[in-house]
């Protein structure tokens, strides 16, 4: 079975930086794609940004020029650099991949989840 273990959430300033890690552990055969997600209190669980394989990234409107997200598909780990970080990023933030684990078919995985919590 595969995990996905993040790390890398904590209080920060606004205008401060945070760097979210997140690592497939198990039996990964191959990865599609790694993200991020996030989600407020009474609020849907959002895209932030995702890359595949091959480096193509997206990034949600809001974080566009503030968040960088990065991967090391040797090591089935990827990172989120948040800079200029805003109240509004305050969230609970999941990593995500989707990839093909020994059901040789593939699938999504998540996180468990880290607080990011961005004060004035």
């Known amino acids: 079975q595969v995990q996905l273990v993040e790390s890398g959430g904590g209080l920060v300033q606004a205008g401060g930086s945070l760097r979210l890690s997140c690592t497939a552990s198990?039996?990964?055969?191959?990865?599609?794609?790694m993200g991020w997600y996030r989600q407020a209190p009474g609020k849907e669980r959002d895209l932030v940004a995702d890359?595949?394989?091959?480096?193509?990234?997206d990034y949600a409107d809001s974080v566009k020029g503030r968040f960088t997200i990065t991967s090391d598909n040797a090591k089935g780990t990827w990172y989120l650099e948040m800079n200029s970080l805003k109240a509004e990023d305050t969230a609970v933030y999941y990593c995500?991949?989707?990839?093909?684990?020994?059901?040789?078919?593939?699938?999504?995985?998540w996180g468990q989840g880290t607080q990011v919590t961005v004060s004035s």
């Open positions: 995500n991949a989707n990839l093909v684990d020994w059901s040789s078919r593939p699938y999504d995985y």
């Open positions: 198990g039996t990964v055969f191959s990865i599609n794609t």
């Open positions: 890359i595949t394989s091959g480096g193509s990234t």
